[in-house]
């Protein structure tokens, strides 16, 4: 069971990231100095995280323009100090986190408290002297600033800092299937999934366990590995030691590693930069240049460079402005088309650049440096507060040393490059700051937006947070709509930032909308509790999905996801899809018509393993945490379903195979046969239960398999993927044995109606005094071995049926005339991943499985992870995945068209590595002479001559004018509504007919807008998916 209660469940998705460096966290102090956007989402995503202590220092008052990227202020906060406004928020969002404001100067004996110190919006030379004390007290250091369309990241955690688990993950292990003797020993190993190879690289260390024959392997220290191939391991030599026999599992050991950083005060001349490619290195390295210059500019004018965009035009493809035309004489200071010229002027006099200085790289970051972007702050301040949570938890590796990033791609947007001063210049609105950028016209844009938001989780909470600090839907004809249909549950608290403990069983999208209008009135949201599918087509129409200017989706599914990205691509509506997994995130733009489809993600695994496997033949822990799920369901909800069925229609097995028919009315007559009148009968079938699995079937398969069986003469039975099981001996003094057994008596009581009980004490009385009798193997049991034997192995017995059948109903009449009886019976428990007694039962049986095997255990959490399928999830991924996002946002609220301005991103908090590039055009293809791509479409209003709906006629004609293709057959979906094979007076009548007069019936017509496909003479078959569609409008 967890050990931690609600705490562990409602961090649970995040000690999946953290591994168990996260419960640190709780002891840890951290102060967060800048309150604005980045420091606001530092701090947010460490209280969400339940660091121990976090302090929040800001000296400033929270003016209007802080309303559109500071996310924790409201309306009655203005005037007052930002640290103490934020303080009030951030207490309320983690009850758990205690939370503090502090307004003096950052004195050396101050800072002595904390394990970790993060700088947002400091100057130069604060950053420099709080670094130099940091470097040398071993505190780790933070500096994240965010200006305009570009940010900065610097890490410094010391000069011994131990890092305990560097990668992502559980640490590999592969099961072992021959070890050779030699020098080198060369180990032939499977991964943990069949007909899968291993996953080790060269230079892992590992060791290994379970060994039979060659046992000087199993506890030794770990040794190296080098791979030979997918399935082959060298190791160290082995010509000394035993035969190997069978078994075994070679596993990855992560050993901590000691790295070492220079001060703020070194690393700002020599400094390294993390890049996800060396392209990228100029750039960042005149970004690092750029933001000094910042720095020296604002020590000299006591301010950030005027907003205001050059007015030389932007080529889209190289992102930055180019020089402005030479001036006459020296431009004046004041004069705002200056300011980002001393900037480049500073940049150049600094004398620090490694390599050439990109001065239009310069002159775009400082053109806006005054700006404030909600996205921004996002994407750094949850770049930042993941190394925070590195620091403290000592898992993944920190950054090394500097990271830049910018999006200064937006400032290609036609119509961005045009704008005057006036147009940037503030107007005492929320907006301020994104104005500086974009100018006031495009706020006025942002505010007319119509999008679609699919899903309220995490991604959904901070696409909806940042969208409320943008203004987007906040004006006159703007709509936002979020649809979800779950509720808000305890796990989501550490990362679905809009989410209370008070909103517990609260519908998502419901809470979600409510905090979206306390961040900004303004927004016209709407909140709906539906799913985006099939089911809801009459809702979510083509009508419906044609308004929209865009949606975001931050859906979980797969198919989820590409039925959504189907809508779009019918409607030609853009589509911005989002998604996480642990520290990893990405953003893909789907743009009608410059972009390619999104297309599959990849085929998901289902979980689902060969029935032999699991029944008799496991080796590895996900294979009897299946085995404990199939249990699951086997026990507590398909006989309560069966049972159900039957006592109220016993007919109902004549839809079903003899052969299953049998299994049913057998689970059926078990558990009428098997109804216990109180919990103690429940803890005596947990018991019997408990022998039949873990002792008795194993005994069954050992006298029908010893362990020297051989399938031929010197090839042993038990080898390779085979592993020789051994019985257990029920302990009620055993802990896990002990935790089965109430788990089970638990769900058996439940799904009997009976009242359960917990009680240790009383349960082991009753398990002491049962004595069950010794188990005897049969005899001549055949076992299947593939799955194909086992498909085979229960032949229909028409004569047991039927006599079953008859005894059943005349119980089942009996059982229904019974006062005594309540109907239904039994109330079928279905497995769910946030019920503790689930995940109680699960663990304990599938680890019960694995000891019978030889498999390592899995403690609690991995087990609920595993069974429940669980994505690990963790606040900072989504915070910047969500940013990312709404970068694009701004490009599609400008109506760009220029492909080379739009991003599909990719990144890896763990590694702090962010990939931005630009996304494929559409494939293209060739039909009827001309050349055509997945947005195309023929576009067709269905009026006839007669002002009615067209004929089918009147559809091949204007084929015919308009494209000249003769059109050999017509359908909509499955319907054929014309043929030419048809006879004549067939054709004659279905090209009378009007478009719709067929499908009434069929359930095609929907909508008063049809897809039809067409067939033309002259046709290559391999053209079938690829003509374009045609859509007709119906009057």
Known sequence: MAGSGAEERMYSRQLYVLGSGARRLAGAAVLVSGLRGTGAQVAAALVLAGTGRVVLHDRGTACTADRAHQFLLGENDIGQNRAEASQRALADLNPRVVVAAYTGELLEDFLTSFQVVVLTESPLEEQLRVGDFCHAQGICFIVADAKGLAGQLFCDFGKHFIVDDPAEGDPLCATVQHISQGNPGVVTCMGTEDSHGHLFCDGDLVTFSGVEGMVELNGQEPVPVRVLDAFRLEIKDTSSFSPYRRGGLVSQVRLPQVHSYEPLCQSLAEPKIRVASPEELPRSRSLHTAFQALHAFRR???????????????????????????????????CPQADAERVLELARSLGVQQGPLDEDVVRAF?????????????????????????AITGKFLPLDQWLYFDALECLGLEGAAQLAEEDCAPRGSRYDGQIAVFGAAFQEQLGCQKYLVVGAG?????????????????????????????????????????????????????????????????????????????????????NFFRRLDGVASALDTLEARAYLESRCLRCLTPLLDS???????????????????????????????????????????????????????????????????????????????????????????????????????????ARRHWQSCYHDAITQLLHTFPPEHETSPGVPFWAGDRTCPYPLTFNPDNDTHLEYILAAAHLFAQAHKVPPCRDRAAAQTILRSMVLPPFVPQEGLHIPLTEEQEEARMPADHGGLAELLQDLVQQRQELVGGEEVRVPLMEPIYFEKDNDIHVDFITAASNLRAENYGIPPANWLTSKRIAGRIVPAIITTTAAVAGLACLEVYKLVWGCQDLSCYRNSNFCLSDCLLLRIQPLPPPTYRYGGREWNCWDRLEMQAVGTDGQEATVQEVLDWLQRTHGWTVTMLLCGHTVLYDREEDEETRAQQQAQRLS???????????????????????EAETEDTRPPLLCSLP
């Open 300 to 334: 000299e004018q006591g301010r950030l460079p005027r907003p205001r965009v050059p007015v030389s035009p932007l080529s889209a493809s190289a992102w930055p402005l180019r020089s402005p035309a030479t001036l006459p004489g020296l431009p004046s200071p004041l």
């Open 366 to 390: 400082a053109s806006v440096s005054a700006g404030d972007l909600c996205p921004v702050a996002a994407v750094v301040g949850a770049l930042a507060a993941q190394e925070a949570l590195k």
């Open 458 to 542: 995490a991604v959904g909470c901070e696409l909806l947070k940042n969208f409320a600090m943008m203004g987007l839907a906040a004006g006159p004809g703007g709509d936002l709509t979020v649809t979800d249909m779950d509720t808000v549950a305890l796990s989501n608290l550490h990362r679905q930032l809009l989410y209370r403990s008070a909103d517990i069983s609260r519908p998502k999208s419901v809470v979600a909308a409510e905090a979206v209008r306390r961040m900004n009135p303004d927004v016209r949201v709407t909140a709906h509790q539906n799913q985006v599918g099939p089911v809801t087509e009459p809702f979510y129409g083509d």
């Open 579 to 685: 998604g996480t997994e642990g520290a990893r995130g990405n953003v893909l733009a789907m743009v009608p018509p410059l972009t390619k489809p999104l297309g599959p993600a990849g085929t998901p695994g289902n979980g689902t393993f060969p029935v032999c496997t699991l029944r008799y033949f496991p080796r590895t822990i996900q294979h009897t945490l299946q085995w404990a799920r199939d249990e699951f369901e086997g026990l507590f909800q398909l006989p309560a379903e069966h049972v159900s069925q039957f006592m109220e229609d016993p007919a109902f097995l004549e839809q079903l195979p003899a052969a299953k028919a049998l299994e049913v009315l057998q689970q059926v007559q078990g558990s009428l046969q098997e109804r216990p009148r109180d919990w103690q009968d429940c803890v005596r079938w």
């Open 997 to 1019: 007069e067929n499908l009434e019936d069929t359930g095609e017509l929907r909508q008063r807008e049809l897809e039809l496909l067409y067939v033309c003479e002259g046709e």
